[in-house]
């Protein structure tokens, strides 16, 4: 038998091929185990972020580690969901003159819009906070949109929820009111309020009128959270008794009362209360020239069929959340 030296020369070089493939083989599978030796299983897989409930929820209520936690910054313990022209932005700026509370200024609108950004993004948007103190924000349109309560829940299962509503009448003229500032010329109040004036047929899905029908949309947060988790912030008593409603959010959110009366004073001409001492100043501050403008006049006969086309939904709204509100 003829050694491998005296073999041809094309069966050598052949031989020296195997022998160079073998050996790169064996590096890449060495190299392969000692990655997968030093990194965990994805559990789920990467469809699972998007399409199991359970994993996503792990992922959102994990302890932080890392840049998140030496940056300050938390999730929210607490959310003002709701509702536009209900009196949030006043509730938030009232809050934030409490010393445990740490309050996004701006609606970053995470749980509605920008879902798709990740909750690296959302949590960079939170302002920094120490170490027990409460980080909330407040985006009124949370309440209306079909998909936050789930997405919410995912994040937290014990989140803390508050709703500021006000008599959906009232309410929808204030929403219309803005509009009309940012969009001059559109149609009258009672032509867009209705499918038809002359048969009364009122358009419930115009969004000014959809908003107020509070009890079709909290009955989707109930799908997720428990009554308990809820506050809801009567719009009209956070006018004419800021402390006393501000006491109660004080309460529902465990922090010691902090926000009485000595801080409100009320401003005859914007209607509303104001701060006498806001957070960072020493002069009275009243909330910005988009809130109190003048609401237009509409036809009494409009608003009569608004008030009994919300009747219904009202009392049934007031049998869910315990409360009466009292919107006559």
């Not at 998007?50 to 999730?75: H, Q, V």
């Not at 536009?84 to 509730?91: Q, V």
């Not at 996004?104 to 302002?127: K, N, Q, T, V």
């Not at 010691?256 to 701060?275: E, S």
Request: hydrophobic residues 35%.
């Amino acid at each position: 038998m003829a050694t491998f030296s005296n073999a041809p020369l094309d069966l050598r070089r052949l031989l020296q091929r195997l022998v160079i493939m073998l050996s790169f083989s064996t590096i890449c599978a060495s190299i392969l185990y000692l990655l997968l030796g030093r990194c965990e299983p994805d559990a789920g897989g990467s469809s699972g972020w998007n399409n199991n409930k359970t994993a996503r929820r792990e992922i959102f209520s994990a302890p932080d580690s890392g840049d998140a936690n030496s940056s300050g910054k938390e999730l929210p313990h607490a959310l003002i969901i709701g509702v536009k022209k209900g009196g949030t932005r006043a509730l938030l700026e009232f809050l934030r003159l409490h010393p445990d509370i740490r309050a996004l200024g701006a609606e970053p609108h995470f749980f509605d819009r920008h879902y798709a950004r990740g909750l690296g993004w959302y949590r960079s948007m939170m302002p920094k906070a120490l170490n027990g103190q409460m980080v909330m924000e407040k985006t009124p349109r949370y309440f209306v949109t079909p998909e936050t309560p789930g997405r919410i829940h995912a994040m937290s299962r014990d989140i803390k929820l508050m709703v500021v509503v006000r008599d959906p009448v009232t309410r929808a003229v204030s929403d219309y009111t803005q509009i009309t500032s940012k969009t001059p010329g559109i149609p009258s109040f009672e032509s867009l309020a209705f499918k038809n004036r002359s048969t009364g047929h009122i358009d419930s899905l115009w969004s000014p009128l959809y908003i107020g029908l509070y009890a079709r949309h909290l009955q989707r947060w109930l799908a997720y959270f428990p009554l308990s988790q809820m506050h809801f912030v009567h719009g009209e008593r956070l006018i004419s008794d800021p402390a006393g409603e501000l006491g109660r959010v004080q309460d529902f959110l465990g922090l010691q009362r902090i926000i009485t009366d000595k801080h409100f004073y009320f401003n005859k001409t914007k209607g509303f209360p104001c701060l006498k001492k806001p957070e960072g100043g020493s002069k009275p501050h009243c909330l910005g020239k988009t809130k109190g403008r003048t609401h237009p006049r509409i036809d009494p006969e409009v608003i009569q069929k608004l008030r009994e086309f919300y009747l219904p939904h009202n009392l049934k709204f007031y049998q869910m959340a315990g409360m009466d509100f009292g919107w006559q």
